[in-house]
């Protein structure tokens, strides 16, 4: 009986934290009010009339609600990140990281990825560009270069397969007897039958 007068002494001393917590406890912007401990003092002063098994049952009872009630309490007070997205966003927001903690930010994950992706895309596709033109400006320079030996090669066999320098450079070896010759040649008509 002694142990049963100093169970009820510590719950009554545990009793106001208790309920001075749970009634400062919110819990989606209402105030959990703990009715069950109210109703549980109303239960005690009855209570000693009763025998003692429905004192322990009572009792029993209780604690699991009270355990319930704050295993509510906690989940609704223990959740990861911060609760509501800033209302205003300001460039030190922005440059001291603190956008990215956001659950906004969170939940936009995939949208980002796809702009990295489309953002990697295009950064590739720039580059194979610029590697491109590069080529084509070498490839051009290049057909210049070959044009201008062409010409220059076009020029020296003209120069070396005019008549004159034919003749001459005969006439140097001694090769043939072909000389220019000094009349101009005869026009033959042929009539047709």
Same mark, same amino acid.
């Not at 309490?73 to 956001?102: F, S």
């Not at 949208?111 to 084509?136: E, G, H, M, P, W």
């Not at 010409?151 to 006439?171: F, I, P, W």
């Given at each position: 009986?002694?142990?049963?007068?100093?169970?009820?002494?510590?719950?009554? *001393?545990?009793?106001? $934290?208790?309920?001075?917590?749970? %009634?400062?406890?919110?819990?989606?912007?209402?105030?959990?009010?703990?009715?069950?401990?109210? $109703?549980?003092? *109303?239960?005690?002063?009855?209570?000693?009339?009763?025998?003692? $098994?429905?004192?322990?049952?009572?009792?029993?009872?209780?604690?699991?609600?009270?355990?319930?009630?704050?295993?509510?309490?906690?989940?609704?007070?223990?959740?990861?990140?911060?609760?509501?997205?800033?209302?205003?966003?300001?460039?030190?927001?922005?440059?001291?990281?603190?956008?990215?903690?956001?659950?906004?930010?969170?939940?936009?994950?995939?949208?980002?990825?796809?702009?990295?992706?489309?953002?990697?895309?295009?950064?590739?596709?720039?580059?194979?560009?610029?590697?491109?033109?590069?080529?084509?400006?070498?490839?051009?320079?290049?057909?210049?270069?070959?044009?201008?030996?062409?010409?220059?090669?076009?020029?020296?066999?003209?120069?070396?397969?005019?008549?004159?320098?034919?003749?001459?450079?005969?006439?140097?070896?001694?090769? %043939?007897?072909?000389?220019?010759?000094?009349?101009?040649?005869?026009?033959?008509?042929?009539?047709?039958?």
């Amino acid at each position: 009986m002694k142990e049963d007068k100093d169970k009820q002494k510590e719950n009554q *001393a545990q009793q106001p $934290a208790v309920d001075a917590i749970l %009634s400062q406890t919110n819990i989606d912007g209402q105030t959990v009010v703990a009715e069950h401990h109210v $109703a549980g003092k *109303a239960e005690e002063g009855n209570g000693k009339d009763k025998d003692k $098994a429905k004192k322990a049952e009572s009792q029993a009872e209780r604690d699991a609600e009270d355990l319930r009630v704050f295993k509510k309490v906690i989940k609704a007070q223990a959740h990861e990140g911060d609760g509501q997205a800033p209302q205003t966003l300001t460039l030190r927001k922005i440059l001291g990281g603190d956008i990215l903690n956001t659950n906004f930010m969170r939940n936009q994950i995939g949208v980002l990825l796809l702009i990295t992706f489309f953002l990697i895309i295009f950064i590739a596709n720039r580059y194979s560009v610029q590697q491109d033109l590069i080529k084509i400006d070498k490839l051009h320079k290049e057909l210049q270069d070959v044009k201008y030996k062409a010409l220059s090669s076009s020029s020296e066999l003209t120069e070396k397969s005019r008549e004159s320098n034919v003749l001459d450079q005969l006439k140097n070896n001694k090769d %043939s007897v072909l000389k220019i010759p000094s009349q101009p040649p005869y026009i033959i008509v042929v009539p047709d039958e």
